[in-house]
């Protein structure tokens, strides 16, 4: 089952957060990650989800 079809959303990818995910953020050692928007820590937005 999707995230489309289950009504809830991708959640955050940081470390202990689990939060709805808002933004893709291009991190320097892990590639792209989805976050929210408390989690960017100042690295570059990616594209919002």
């Known amino acids: 089952m999707s995230f489309a079809s289950?009504?809830?959303?991708p959640f955050c990818g940081a470390l202990g957060c689990t939060e709805a995910a808002d933004v893709v953020i291009d991190h320097p050692e892990r590639g792209e990650i989805v976050v929210c928007n408390d989690c960017t820590s100042g690295y570059v937005v990616v594209r919002h989800v």
């Open 6 to 9: 289950d009504g809830s959303g």
